[in-house]
Nanobody, 119 residues
């Protein structure tokens, strides 16, 4: 059973920075997609950023130019560097891992880590 271990959340003032990390435990397929999604109170979960095992990235419009997603494939770890944080970035951030093995879709979520941006 694959579990995603997240770290790096916390509280920061507007304009500050945080880095999130996510590492899967267990055996996973080497060709995969990892990413981060977030959910603010009363809102739906939304895309923050994703990265493929080949390094291709995709960002939500609200974080472009401020957040950077990158991964260390040797460690199967994905990072989210968040700069110039705004109060509207507050929410629970969830790590996601998904991949296809033949015709079987494997999709995993972390438990979430809280990010609070407030003065």
């Amino acid at each position: 059973q694959v579990q995603l271990v997240e770290s790096g959340g916390g509280a920061v003032q507007p304009g500050g920075s945080l880095r999130l990390a996510c590492t899967p435990s267990g055996n996973i397929f080497s060709t995969n997609n990892m990413g981060w999604y977030r959910q603010a109170p009363g809102k739906q979960r939304e895309l923050v950023a994703t990265v493929t095992s080949g390094g291709s990235t995709n960002y939500g419009d609200s974080v472009k130019g401020r957040f950077t997603i990158f991964r260390e494939n040797a460690k199967n770890t994905v990072y989210l560097q968040m700069n110039s944080l705004k109060p509207e970035d507050t929410g629970v951030y969830f790590c996601n891992l998904h991949y296809w093995v033949r015709d079987i879709y494997n999709n995993y979520w972390g438990q979430g880590t809280q990010v609070t941006v407030s003065s």
